[in-house]
């Protein structure tokens, strides 16, 4: 994790080795896994309302006894869990 921005960004690397900075939004637990909703760091002149600007979602996994993120194995796990933290998002909303 990178503390270059603060506390709540981190920087991923992709399959093509390009980083990304991402915004930790909020994380949630689901069916004993632990999933964590980021939107890309946007910086001073980038257009946020671009397809690049979406919600990202990432699952937490152990692998030789290290935590990691991962991207979601299926669709429909992906399309799931994005409702879940639209449901948070919007709950949040209307606290306000």
């Excluded at 999933?35 to 030789?64: C, H, N, Q, R, T």
């Excluded at 919007?90 to 606290?95: G, T, V």
């Amino acid at each position: 994790m990178s503390d270059e921005f603060g506390p709540n960004f981190i920087t991923v690397t992709d399959e093509d080795g390009n980083d990304i900075e991402l915004e930790f939004v909020d994380a949630l637990e689901h069916n004993g896994q632990t999933y964590m909703a980021f939107f890309p760091a946007v910086e001073d002149g980038e257009d946020e309302d671009s397809d690049d600007y979406g919600m990202v979602i990432l699952k937490s996994i152990v692998e030789d006894g290290e935590e990691l993120l991962s991207t979601l194995d299926t669709d429909e796990e992906l399309d799931e869990v994005y409702n879940l933290f639209m449901e948070r998002l919007f709950e949040d909303e209307e606290d306000e």
